[in-house]
């Protein structure tokens, strides 16, 4: 088997250009289709003006709100263009040169201070479109309505963490600033302790003693119903954390995906064709009969040419993780988990090669055969849901299930991200063995 | 042989030698679907004997060589060889083209598991005549010397039967007789060579016994002299009348082929 692998990666380095191809085409399509899948949409040009007087500080609830970092955070996500007044954002926006603006009125954070402690009305900023360009337009809307959602719940929380500490005060007492001076507030619980000890000194029955009983009831209700609030309010804020999470969490992810897709096209065109073509070529060199007299059975050929699929495909992906970490963020601390996904798509590619070697049974029908099926079912894998209907996408995702690309690409984006490995690995286990069955029924007919 | 003679094959018993078999075959029959490639064939082959197997195309060569090779299992019949290994040389050369002369050798002394790689390398470059082309990718060579290599390969075990099949096709005469001269010299050497042919005047040169196949049959087994004398008595006329392309041709019309 060492000899037949020998064999192998010397007859390959005879063939540079069969070599060059190999390694230079995947990566080109595979950089191609990561770049094409990572560029999104380009960022909208938005006019940006700021009314609110510099370095007014924010502060609800003694939580201060940063300002500054809140504008730089919205211009990484559009491109700001800075404007000077309302009439130089109007004239942006009409004349194209924007798609929009967005105009942050001079009173927002005293309107906003109002709102957390429970006084007059929200603030409200301006929002301009331009509607010539629809789709734009509505990516505009879109990302400053999020903008607006995002900080909207931060305040939201922020109020209602005011709401609650007054609830709190008001309940079980305490002191409480206001105007730079302490006041003393008694508290529901206090109040109905004091009545308590004050009724048992009032006559039985006597009218004095049945109005403080009233009192007490209030009271306890009042404390009762109160510490319920207290538990509404504390959940009703829960919730919006999580959003906050999910509306935020999308670009890193992007990242693993566009890796893994990259990644997983060039596993798959190294393999499959380096496989195919290897195997075809046992038989196009009438070796195969030679070789399988008593030398190597079927089935070790099988998995002499796994092995060199695996090897191969191990060190292309790799170079191209190498070299697509100097442009995206690669995370090396999952290496174990990249190598192994790796080594699970590689061989099942590899097998499905030698099904594809195995059925074509010549070097040049075998290569057109790999990309015949490789480049579709990449494709189709690609798919998002959504964008075809129902009936149309489950055909496809029975496609992608009989095929290494979609667990494949499963695996690699679980690998670079930290999702879970276990389930596209044993989906891989299964083609491979699956494909393996497949190629060794093809070579009865080799000889 | 010469004491259980095959059914359909005749030949004189005085003219075989008296050494022991080194491969005996019998009854082989090899269908593939209705059609039967090879009915009930059998024979032996001593030690340095050379045998060609002879027949048109699509008669059974391949897939009695096969046979023997141990590549294609017979439906029935049975092949032993009693000593040591068989050589088996494809029709097509299996040769890797892309390596050199030296790397296929050596690559298949490996997986053969020879002893000495290296020693039986060289040995064998030496034999076929290529040491000087020992370096050069087998795909810049010519027909002959690729057919070299093939035997060469089959010949690294240093086998007791070596078998050819076809081995002269696609070489011009020069390259065929120096072929020959290479294969007299391992049967000279104690080597039992089998090889298949449809080129009669072939057989009739280079070997010492002649299997005749047809459409799967053996229809006869012996030397060129007692083909000559079985055709003679068939047809009553004198031997001197016919060249043996002639007489080969006379037996199978004789036979319905
Ligand atoms: N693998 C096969 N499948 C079906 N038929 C075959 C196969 N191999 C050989 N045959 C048939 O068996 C017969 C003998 O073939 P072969 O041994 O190759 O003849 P020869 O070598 O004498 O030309 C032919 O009719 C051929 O078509
Ligand atoms: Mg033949």
């Known amino acids: 088997m060492r000899w037949l692998l020998l064999k192998d990666l010397q007859i390959l380095r005879r063939s540079p250009l ?95 201070e109002g709102v957390a402690s429970g006084v007059g009305e929200p603030p409200t900023v301006e929002v301009l479109v331009n509607e010539e360009d629809p789709l734009k337009a509505q990516l ?69 003693r049945e109005a403080v009983d009233q009192v007490i009831q209030f009271a306890e209700l009042a404390r009762e119903n109160l510490g319920f609030a207290d538990s509404l309010l504390s959940s009703v804020s829960q919730p919006i954390q999580v959003d906050k999470e999910v509306v935020n969490g999308g670009s890193p992810d992007l990242d693993a995906f566009t890796i893994s897709v990259a990644a997983t096209v060039t596993l798959m065109f190294v393999t499959v064709l380096l496989v195919a073509g290897s195997l075809a070529l046992e038989r196009e060199e009438n070796a195969f009969a030679r070789l399988t007299r008593g030398l190597i059975s079927p089935t070790g050929l099988l998995v002499e040419k796994l092995l060199l699929g695996v090897a191969c495909s191990l060190l292309v992906t790799l170079l191209l993780l190498g070299g697509l970490s100097f ?13 192994v ?77 930290s999702g879970d490995l276990l389930v596209p690995l044993l989906h891989l286990a299964a083609l491979t063995v699956a494909y393996l069955a497949l190629s060794r029924l093809a070579l009865r007919r080799f000889a | 042989m010469a004491e259980k003679p095959a059914k359909k094959a005749r030949r004189a018993p005085a003219a075989r030698p008296p050494r022991k078999p080194v491969l005996e075959v019998a009854g082989l029959t090899k269908r593939y679907g209705s059609r039967a490639a090879l009915s009930d064939v059998g024979f032996e082959a001593r030690k340095g004997e050379l045998i060609a197997v002879i027949g048109p195309n699509g008669a059974g060569k391949t897939t009695l060589l096969s046979i023997l090779a141990g590549i294609v299992r017979p439906d029935e019949g049975e092949v032993t060889s009693p000593a040591g290994s068989i050589g088996w040389v494809p029709q097509q050369a299996a040769l890797y083209r892309r390596l050199t002369v030296a790397e296929n050798l050596r690559l298949f002394a490996h997986l053969e598991k020879v002893d000495d790689v290296q020693g039986s390398v060289d040995e064998m470059l030496g034999e076929a005549d290529l040491a000087e082309r020992r370096d050069d990718q087998v795909s810049l060579l010519s027909g002959g010397n690729q057919q070299r290599v093939n035997i060469a390969i089959g010949l ?65 087994d012996g030397t060129q002299t007692e083909l000559h004398r079985t055709v003679d008595k068939e047809s009553g006329r004198g031997r001197a009348k016919r060249d043996f392309e002639t007489a080969f041709v006379d037996f199978l019309a004789h036979r319905g082929h």
């Not at chain 1, 006019?47 to 500080?57: I, K, R, S, W």
Request: charged fraction near 20%; include cysteine; proline fraction near 5%.
């Open chain 1, 18 to 112: 069969l070599t060059a191809l190999l390694v230079i085409y995947p990566i080109v399509v595979a950089l191609l289709i990561g770049f094409a899948l990572s560029r999104g949409p380009e960022k909208p040009r938005v006019a940006f003006l700021n009314e609110v007087p510099q370095d007014t500080p924010l502060s609800i609830g003694g939580e201060d709100f940063d300002l500054t970092g809140a504008r730089s955070s919205l211009c990484d996500r559009i491109e700001c263009v800075r404007v000077h007044s309302r009439a130089e954002a109007r004239e942006e926006v009409e004349s194209g040169e924007v798609l929009g603006a967005l105009i942050l009125p001079e009173d927002l954070v005293d309107k906003l």
């Open chain 1, 140 to 208: 505009v809307d879109d990302r400053i309505s999020s903008l607006l959602t995002e900080a909207n719940l931060r305040l939201s929380r922020a109020v209602s963490n005011v709401t609650l500490s007054y609830l709190d005060l008001l309940v079980s007492g305490g002191d409480f600033d206001f105007l730079g001076q302490s006041f003393n507030v008694l508290g529901l619980q206090n109040t109905e302790r004091i009545l308590r000890s004050a009724r048992s000194d009032l006559p039985k029955g006597s009218f004095e």
């Open chain 1, 327 to 339: 442009l995206v963020h690669i995370n090396w601390g999952r290496t174990p988990q990249i190598l």
């Open chain 1, 341 to 417: 996904a790796i080594l699970a798509g590689g061989a099942a590619f590899a097998a499905l090669g030698a099904a594809l070697g195995g059925a074509a049974r010549e070097v040049r029908a075998s290569s057109l055969l790999a990309f015949m099926i490789s480049l579709p079912i990449a494709f189709i894998s690609l798919v998002p849901s959504g964008t075809v209907g129902p009936a149309l996408f489950s055909v496809i995702e029975v496609i992608r299930a009989l095929f290494p690309f979609a667990p494949g690409r499963d695996a690699m984006e679980s690998a670079l991200s």
């Open chain 2, 156 to 220: 690294l075990r240093q086998p007791s039967v070596l078998l050819l099949d076809e081995p002269s096709t696609g070489l011009d005469p020069r390259q065929r007789a120096r072929l020959w001269e290479f294969v007299s010299g391992l049967a000279g050497g104690g080597t039992t060579v089998i090889f298949s042919t449809h080129n009669v005047q072939e057989a009739e040169r280079y070997s010492d016994r002649l299997l005749v196949l047809a459409d799967g049959e053996a229809l006869f």
